[in-house]
Nanobody, 119 residues
Framework: QLQASGGGLVQAGGSLRLSCAAS????????VAWFRRAPGKEREFVAG???RYADSVKGRFTISRDNGKNMVHLQMNSLKPEDTAVYYCAGGPWGTIRATDSPRSYANWGQGTLVTVSS
């Protein structure tokens, strides 16, 4: 089971760090990605693996791993109102993810954490 945390309310230009924790799994064995769903929109890929990013967040967001704590983080800087969404972490064993930016590739999902960016 994956669990995302760290969401909250922040002003535009601010920063947040999201965390994805796993219970009963070793995240270093998993390809982990972050997705988000904004109100009225489809779930979309944000970041995954070590260096894959959606064009909309490149240069602002950074995905990283802390294997010692069995966590994956998403550092979000220079936040914009359009980043407002529920953010989810998702994972699958390395080598099993065919399309890393497709939600359908992932069997394991966290419950989501809400990020609200005010203008």
């Amino acid at each position: 089971q994956l669990q995302a945390s760290g969401g909250g309310l922040v002003q535009a230009g601010g920063s947040l760090r999201l965390s994805c924790a796993a219970s009963g799994r070793t995240l270093s064995d998993y390809y982990v990605a972050w997705f988000r769903r904004a109100p009225g929109k489809e779930r979309e890929f944000v970041a995954g693996g070590y260096t894959r990013y959606a064009d909309s967040v490149k240069g602002r967001f950074t995905i990283s791993r802390d294997n010692g704590k069995n966590m994956v983080h998403l550092q979000m800087n220079s936040l914009k109102p359009e980043d407002t969404a529920v953010y989810y972490c998702a994972g699958g064993p390395w080598g099993t993810i065919r399309a890393t930016d497709s939600p359908r590739s992932y069997a394991n999902w966290g419950q989501g954490t809400l990020v609200t960016v005010s203008s």
